[in-house]
């Protein structure tokens, strides 16, 4: 479909709804008493629908991403039903302390906020508490956290400043990605070398290397980067934290747990992190690892995979794999096998691995909260209700239009054909079209309907049909169908502390393991680096540690140990 077409076919679309929101019940979600109805409980009333009254919401993410039109048709779709619209500002040219310090500084504040600076909001007297916004909805908060997954977001005032959107699951699980953390490769090198098993990170380096010498350059004569690394601001995971999951344990991000006897482990000092950053150091020495690596921004890296010439690096799904996936098959990449897929590894061959989750994740650290400054508190709330309990709105959201983003078909299952897949993946009809206000509540899993996904990357059947050709072959070589099986994680079920990183990252300087936690982090952007690029490994490695030491990791871990002993 062609997008004079399409823009046609929406045109009697949004018609059609203005029409529809004309008639809107007024009586839907009356309350008497403080008694909520079975509609204000899902958030299917057309809240202000008809009646004109569009409030115009703001909302800051101290996230990089990509505004879109004020006039952008989805947006004014869910505006004309439910009576809200948010406008969208990402974080640019700052880090995320500095973003919500400005804000904090100049004592105003956007209506909608996540940060990852929760706390220093919290301190400012920025933030809405939701307690009573929540229990108002009793089906929203029933099906968006457990009792015992709400506590540990209430902070200790005793208020519930804040609700993560991510990481629930709606029925019956569609998980095609492989979300989380992985040493990523191009499925051309895995072809070029015949489909081989993968399993160390020996193997992985050593694939790197054979297939630079043998392919120095792509087709039009770009360079080839055997392997890069993100360092930019929080985002040194990729650099830092593969350790833990090369000794085959899940992504609790700043501390392993040994469930053998429920003790907290430094992985900062284990062998396999040692193991690891010697593998860099060796790497990067022979010339194999990118240069720019440590200075690069993240919208340089993002532009650098983009070209497709990056063959490797450590990153999470959802930290590169959109922007670039788009990228890919708006330029053809995706046909030439420039395709990421994840390789499960671990130091030693035969281990278990552990780098995919399976489980729903709670990481009550941050999440989208209501400032003070909001001008409808009430609405606002029942916009992000209505954002998780409104099938129609989340549909709106993941799969757009039906009939210009996406088709049904005789059994109700959606589908896309060829040109909505490429009209979806555009950066300028995602501007002027698409609206998925992303850091509000979002299901994964399976619609109201019982028969399609929530998001079309997980819908079985769309997965397959948008892979491209090398991606499906590699796929087929491999005997797997999802990201997950290519992985190949233990399947199992993470402990009720899981991830730790959700109560470290809201560590504060009121406490000497809070104090420890932040001059562990400096030390180790200073110093890992330091220790890659160093001529003499051990050299390196031994002037680090001397300063990781002063930093008094022991406070910091006695502290989770602490957390963790709750849970025994």
């Known amino acids: ?84 619209k948010v406008k969208e500002t990402w974080l640019t040219g700052q880090t995320a302390s500095e973003a919500t310090g400005t804000l904090i500084a100049g004592g105003e504040y956007p209506d909608f906020i996540d940060s990852d600076e929760m706390n220093l909001l919290i301190d400012a007297d920025a933030l809405v508490p939701l307690d009573d916004y929540i229990d108002k909805y009793p089906e929203f908060k029933n099906a968006w956290f457990t009792e015992e997954e709400w506590e540990k977001f209430r902070q200790p005032d005793g208020h519930i400043y804040w609700i993560n959107p991510f990481g629930n699951t709606k029925g019956e699980s569609k998980q095609t990605t492989h979300n989380d953390e992985a040493f990523w490769i191009q499925v051309r090198v895995l072809e070029w070398a015949g489909y ?61 747990v040994d469930k053998t006897d429920m003790t907290i482990k430094d992985y900062n000092t284990s062998e396999d992190t040692i193991a690891y950053f010697k593998k860099l150091n060796e790497e990067y020495n022979k010339g194999y690892v990118d240069p720019e690596s440590f200075t690069q921004t993240y919208d340089e890296y993002i532009a650098k995979l983009s070209t497709g010439r990056v063959l490797g690096m450590v990153d999470q799904w959802w930290d590169f794999a959109n922007t670039v996936n788009d990228s890919y098959k708006q330029t053809g990449l995706d046909a030439k096998g420039c395709n990421y897929v994840p390789l499960g590894l671990t130091t ?32 606002a709330f029942k916009f992000i209700v ?32 060829d040109e909505q897949r490429l009209q ?9 079209h698409r609206c998925q206000y992303s850091y509000f509540p979002q299901w994964g899993g399976t619609s109201d309907d019982g028969k399609n996904a929530n998001k079309p990357e997980e819908q079985p059947s769309e997965f397959m049909i948008d892979m491209a050709a090398p991606l499906k072959a590699c796929f087929d070589a491999y005997g797997v169908t999802t990201y997950p099986q290519m992985i190949n994680s233990v399947v199992e079920t993470n402990g009720p502390w899981f991830p730790m990183y959700s109560y470290s990252n809201n560590f504060t300087t009121e406490t000497p393991g809070g104090v420890a936690w932040a001059k562990m982090g400096e030390c180790k952007h200073e110093w890992l680096p330091k220790v890659v690029m160093a001529k003499d490994f051990e050299q390196g490695w031994a002037e680090y540690m001397d300063a990781y030491n002063a930093c008094k990791p022991e406070d910091f871990l006695g502290e989770m140990q602490e957390i963790l002993d709750t849970f025994k």
């Open 1 to 84: 479909m062609k997008f004079k077409k399409a823009a046609s076919l929406l045109l009697s679309v949004l018609m059609m709804a203005s029409v529809v929101a004309g008639c809107g019940n007024a009586s839907e979600g009356t309350t008497s008493g403080g008694d909520t109805t079975a509609s204000t409980e899902t958030g299917s009333d057309s809240t202000d629908a008809g009646s004109g009254d569009v409030t115009e919401f703001t909302m800051f993410i101290t996230m990089p991403g990509s505004e879109i039109n004020d006039d952008n048709e989805i947006a004014q779709m869910i505006a004309d039903k439910y009576g809200v």
């Open 196 to 256: 081989p098993k993968i399993e160390t990170l020996d193997q992985y380096f050593q694939l790197l290397e054979d297939y630079i010498a043998a392919n120095p350059t792509m087709d039009d004569g770009t360079e080839n980067i055997a392997y890069t690394i993100l360092c930019e601001d929080w985002r040194y995971f990729c650099l830092e934290n593969a350790g833990q999951f090369l000794a085959g344990y899940p992504n609790d991000g700043s501390v392993i």
């Open 348 to 379: 030693k061959a035969g281990m278990e691995n552990r780098w995919h989750t399976y489980d729903d994740t709670v990481n009550q650290a941050s999440g989208i909260a209501i400032t003070k400054d909001c001008k409808d508190p009430e609405k």
């Open 386 to 417: 209505d954002c998780a309990m409104d099938q129609e709105l989340h549909d709106l959201r993941f799969w757009g239009v039906e009939g210009v983003d996406y088709q049904v078909d005789d059994n109700g299952l959606y589908y896309r054909t």
């Open 424 to 432: 979806w993946a555009d950066t300028s009809y995602q501007a002027s």
